[in-house]
């Protein structure tokens, strides 16, 4: 079981940045998947969820993220994605994916979690 980040990077304020996490050893629609991101000095925090519902998907963002940020996945690819877009310098942080059975914001040992990708966003 696995998950890679990819996707982070250098980026102005105001930029958009497309994070990319490769699930591989499980479904990515079996399972709730989250993004979280941890800046320096600070503790991890959630940022976006998704998961199955009888309906299709149901996401949910951090107060932080609404209306700049959505997450979707390819289950053909086996991928979670988080479009980020209007960065600010606030966002600068390592984001991570990791999966769990259900969507919350508390990070913790029952979430099964990548190895992150770096962020950093200049005003």
């Known amino acids: 079981v696995q998950l890679v980040e990819s996707g982070g990077g250098r980026v102005q304020s105001g930029d958009s940045l497309s994070l990319s996490c490769a699930a591989s050893?499980?479904?990515?629609?079996?399972?709730?998947v989250g993004w979280f991101r941890q800046a320096p000095g600070q503790e991890r925090e959630g940022v976006s969820c998704i998961s199955d519902s009888d309906d299709g998907s149901v996401t949910q963002y951090a107060d932080s993220a609404k209306g700049r940020f959505t997450i979707s996945r390819d289950k053909a690819k086996n991928r979670v994605y988080l479009q980020m877009d209007s960065l600010r310098p606030e966002d600068t942080a390592d984001y991570y994916c990791?999966?769990?059975?259900?969507?919350?914001?508390?990070?913790?040992?029952?979430?099964?979690w990548g190895q992150g990708t770096s962020v950093t966003v200049s005003s």
């Open positions: 990791a999966a769990n059975l259900r969507c919350s914001f508390t990070p913790g040992s029952s979430w099964f």
């Open positions: 050893g499980f479904s990515v629609d079996d399972y709730a």
